[in-house]
């Protein structure tokens, strides 16, 4: 197989897993979002730390707590992927995972955002169109919803300025994942304690079942950000900015088609703005793209600004933008 072909087959790999994430979730119930979000930091921590071990690289530690401002930035992005995991498992198991995937949706807008506002970095007309679109659909759904769509922006914005600070860090996946997972084990094992003492605890209470299924949240966390770091080291910007939006169309096809969620006319006038946006914000990306492939024999040497990453992925769980090697998007995942 060719490393093109296994790059795509990667990329579907990942994103068909976060496209299909909500049902996973809604099978931890009665578990809540907090509890939830605990385990799968406290088994991402264990299940990277085996893989780690298995591969031999536990090295890399000693290199970053020697970089004072490395470890502030692991500590922000760990943050900023608790925030974005905590509001996606809560959106999916409070019956809006149609507002989840319109926050992934726009995330792309929002990276070019930051790219303006944080990075200084100047857009093209076609990406300033894009904007302007995206607006105005927030505009439309915030009218439908009676309120700002709180949560997908929340989802947005925290995946966006996550991606942000892992450019800047330059962590590989696994070791990235490792370390920010490791930063929030105690406060996790805590509550976990917390609620094994005030004996509202589901872990081991409910069913066998339910009990391997919070462990393997943290395989569940990890291996679709494997399988993204693979796809980025093999497929060219285009080829990730194309398939990035499966994830979101997948997790609206379960809101609408399995969990029923309503969509009203107001509700998908909305969304088809926020598509209308993605089309001309991607036509343009693959055009600059194209651009600089003639321009440049080998463009995995460029270095890609934050406004070009669009390929991002889903549910907060990504590090492979770390270098321009790997610029598939920013941040790299997630939820």
């Not at 093209?124 to 505009?139: H, K, M, N, T």
């Not at 949560?151 to 300025?161: I, N, P, Q, R, W």
Request: with cysteine; net charge positive; aromatic share 10%.
């Amino acid at each position: 197989m060719t490393p093109l072909r296994l790059g795509y087959l990667y990329g579907f790999g990942a994103y068909l897993i976060w496209g299909f994430f909500p049902l996973y979730l809604r099978l931890l119930r009665p578990a809540g979002p907090l509890e939830i979000l605990a385990h799968r930091i406290v088994w991402s921590v264990v299940f990277v730390a085996l893989l780690l071990a298995a591969l031999r690289n536990v090295g890399f530690l000693r290199a970053l707590l020697r970089r004072p401002w490395a470890v502030a930035g692991v500590v922000a992005a760990a943050a900023l992927i608790a925030v974005n995991w905590g509001a996606y498992i809560y959106g999916v198991n409070s019956d809006r995972v149609v507002e989840t995937a319109l926050g992934y949706f726009i995330n792309p807008l929002v990276v070019v955002l930051l790219g303006v506002t944080v990075l200084r970095e100047r857009l093209r007309p076609a990406q300033w169109v894009a904007l302007g679109i995206g607006a105005s659909a927030v505009a439309v759904l915030t009218v439908d919803y009676g309120r700002l769509p709180w949560l997908a922006l929340t989802l947005a914005f925290s995946f966006a300025g996550y991606g942000l600070v892992k450019k800047r860090l330059g962590l590989p996946p696994a070791e990235g994942l490792f370390v920010e997972s490791a930063v929030l084990a105690l406060p996790a094992l805590g509550y976990l304690a917390w609620l094994t003492r005030r004996a509202e605890s589901t872990f081991g209470h409910v069913s066998a079942g339910h009990t391997v299924l919070l462990v393997l949240a943290g395989a569940a966390t990890a291996i679709p950000l494997l399988l993204f770091a693979g796809a980025t080291n093999r497929l060219p910007l285009s080829g990730l900015g194309m398939i990035q939006y499966l994830a979101p169309i997948l997790q609206l096809g379960c809101g609408v088609l399995i969990f029923h969620e309503p969509m009203p006319p107001a509700r998908l006038a909305g969304f088809a703005l926020v598509w209308l946006a993605l089309i001309v914000f991607t036509a343009d990306a693959v055009g600059k793209a194209r651009q600089n492939r003639r321009t440049h024999p080998h463009p995995r040497d460029l270095e890609v600004p934050v406004a070009e990453m669009s390929a991002m992925p889903p549910l907060g769980r990504t590090e492979s933008a770390a270098s321009p090697r790997s610029s598939g998007g920013v941040g790299q995942g997630t939820a």
